[in-house]
């Protein structure tokens, strides 16, 4: 049988977590949720996918033994915002292989201003080695370099990025999980506190702690309150330049085309997008990459299709207004893909979405990701289990 999303789940998404609530608290508390909003129990759950920074020194078995769950599949990844993605691809094969019924996949942590900022400095080798030992505090550097060079490139302007964020912030004014829900003026955009030129404030993915989750099953699990959600094509690319490239695209540039084919529908066709938004930048480069911008003008789309809102992109509010919890950022966009696509996104809910598209992007080496993934998601009208 397909494979399809049969629900989700969040907690969390707080800048200050209460005492006592930690990476694994969170986690248990978004894997239940997902559970009961999917009509499962989590006895029924047989399989775990698993992103987060925050659970060492455990790993993806140790959250298995301390939730009580017995699974027959079982994944952890590490590949940063990038993981959910990944996962979700893993998930959906190993549901229709038949190795579990049901699985959850899920990201989250809970690392505070101090447990990112070593995450950041141990990344891995290549930013420990070199790069930390210039003075590297994090990526806002590494991306003020490739924003500037996007900018030169593409003719975008601080203002051009300024649309962008300013609508996501309106799209958050609906979702009661984003942590920056007060709407945003161009001027105070455009005044905020400069980070690191040109990245001010609002440019920079604010750190939270939270987890995102989905529940992978089949059409006849889904409970009677949802649509499934059917997945009609995922693709990844890991490491496609060596690092080698001009830092302007992704390598979701390699296999857009395969993605669309796959899915057997156009970019124009997508309702909605839920993009991988650490920088502003980033955004306008996986759009492009996915072919989502005609004649790749980034400027014009960025003004026109995002900032007016008329081309829905990150109705959550995105990390940039939602916030990024660490693991659970590359599963952020698939959870509100999945609620706009069943009709349960609230005051945010784009009217009759059906089709949306998810990204992900993450592991930094020296500039940028090298980890990326796309997913094409869809309303399964007409399944078993559809009202």
């Given at each position: 049988m397909n494979a399809v999303i049969i629900g989700s789940g969040e907690s969390g998404y707080t800048r200050k977590p209460e005492p006592g609530q930690n990476a694994h608290t969170f986690l248990r508390d978004a894997i239940l949720m997902a559970v009961r909003d999917a009509g499962l129990k989590l006895s029924d759950i047989d399989g775990l996918a698993v992103s987060?920074?925050?659970?060492?020194?455990?790993?993806?078995?140790?959250?298995?033994?301390?939730?009580?769950?017995?699974?027959?599949?079982?994944?952890?990844?590490?590949?940063?915002?990038?993981?959910g993605v990944a996962m979700l691809g893993h998930a959906v094969r190993g549901v229709e292989a038949g190795a579990a019924k049901a699985i959850v996949v899920i990201g989250g942590d809970a690392l505070g201003l101090q447990g990112f900022a070593k995450l950041t400095a141990n990344y891995n080798r290549a930013i420990r080695d070199h790069v930390s030992p210039l003075g590297h505090s994090g990526p806002n550097s590494l991306f003020s370099m490739l924003t500037q060079r996007q900018m030169q490139a593409f003719g975008i302007t601080k203002k051009d990025y300024g649309h962008m964020v300013i609508a996501q912030r309106a799209w958050a004014a609906g979702n009661p999980n984003a942590v920056y829900r007060t709407p945003l003026t161009m001027e105070e955009y455009l005044g905020a506190a400069m980070v690191c030129d040109p990245l001010g404030r609002y440019d920079c993915v604010p750190p939270v702690a939270g987890a995102s989750a989905i529940v992978v099953s089949t059409a006849d699990r889904c409970p009677a309150h949802h649509v499934p959600v059917r997945v009609r094509a995922v693709k990844n690319s890991f490491n496609f330049d060596n690092q080698e490239g001009d830092g302007l695209k992704t390598g979701l540039s390699k296999v857009a085309d395969d993605l669309w084919s796959t899915a057997g529908v156009q970019p124009e066709d997508v309702d909605l997008a839920a993009i991988y938004d650490d920088y502003p930048a980033m955004v306008l480069a996986q759009l492009n990459d996915l072919k989502l911008i005609p004649g790749s003008d980034l400027a014009r789309f960025?003004?026109?299709?995002?900032?007016?809102?008329?081309?829905?992109?990150?109705t959550s509010g995105g990390l940039l207004s939602a916030g990024q919890a660490g693991g659970a950022g590359g599963m952020n966009g698939t959870v509100e893909a999945v609620r706009q696509l069943q009709h349960v996104a609230g005051d945010r809910q784009v009217k009759n979405a059906r089709l949306a598209v998810v990204s992900g992007y993450?592991?930094?080496?020296?500039?940028?990701?090298?980890?990326?993934g796309a997913a094409v998601l869809e309303r399964a009208e007409g399944s078993p289990a559809s009202p």
């Open positions: 987060s920074f925050g659970i060492e020194p455990d790993k993806a078995i140790d959250l298995t033994w301390r939730l009580g769950m017995t699974l027959t599949w079982l994944l952890q990844d590490t590949n940063g915002g990038g993981g960025a003004r026109e299709e995002i900032g007016t809102r008329r081309f829905p992109v990150n993450g592991m930094v080496l020296y500039r940028f990701g090298a980890s990326t």
